[in-house]
């Protein structure tokens, strides 16, 4: 058993009597210190990092917010530009059928051929003249000789109008007309134009060769 009178005891007894000799107003004020204490302790420790921690999340959001704004307005352009692009391509395949590269001439023909035996008419002469180059595209004529009835010419001429590549009947001389049982024939001579583009360097020289 420790000795009432040693050091140790004395001061531990000294001590317990300083604090219970304390006033209530004195143990309270020594309370809101330590919790003032602690409440330090807590903000610097944590409340402070949590803090930064949020506002670097918060930055870290609007950033990833820019990002995602900015990914929109170029998803926005590039379909734009997408459907721009869809409609230039869809444009230049509907002028390369109006004024393809190539003169196509067996397809011309043939469709010539098609369309005046679906009119009824007889065709009597198919003979392609040379070729005519001229700034901005190359002339490819084709002579035709053919006979029928008056609305079988209309009928051809009406098809001629409906294919999707550039024709133009030029040159259209009426033969005389024959009587053919209760008929009236037509003999026609036309020249059939259609158009190509000219090519980069030939073409364009031609061109640029003619008086």
């Known amino acids: 058993m420790a000795d009432p009178k040693s050091p140790a005891a004395a001061k531990s007894a000294a001590n317990n009597m300083s604090f219970d000799g304390l006033p209530v107003a004195g143990k309270v004020g020594l309370g809101v210190m330590i919790c003032a204490a602690l409440g330090g302790i807590y903000y610097f420790a944590l409340h402070t990092e949590v803090t930064e921690s949020l506002a670097q999340a918060r930055s870290r959001s609007n950033e990833l917010a820019t990002q995602m704004n900015e990914a929109r307005q170029r998803q926005h352009e590039y379909l734009a530009l997408s459907e721009e692009l869809a409609s230039r391509e869809g444009l230049d395949r509907a002028n390369l059928r109006v004024l393809p590269e190539d003169p196509e001439i067996p397809a011309f023909l043939a469709d010539l051929h098609r369309l005046a035996e679906m009119s009824g008419l007889e065709m009597r002469l198919v003979q392609p003249q040379p070729e005519e180059t ?78």
């Open 134 to 211: 001229s700034e901005h595209y190359v002339e490819v004529p084709v002579e035709l000789h053919f006979a029928g009835r008056y609305h079988q010419l209309a009928r051809f001429f009406h098809h001629v109008s409906r294919l999707e590549r550039a024709i133009s009947m030029e040159n259209v001389h009426l033969g005389t007309p024959t009587v053919v049982g209760e008929d009236v024939v037509l003999s026609v001579e036309v020249m059939a134009t259609t158009y190509r583009r000219p090519s980069v360097e030939g073409d364009a020289a031609a061109a640029g060769g003619k008086p």
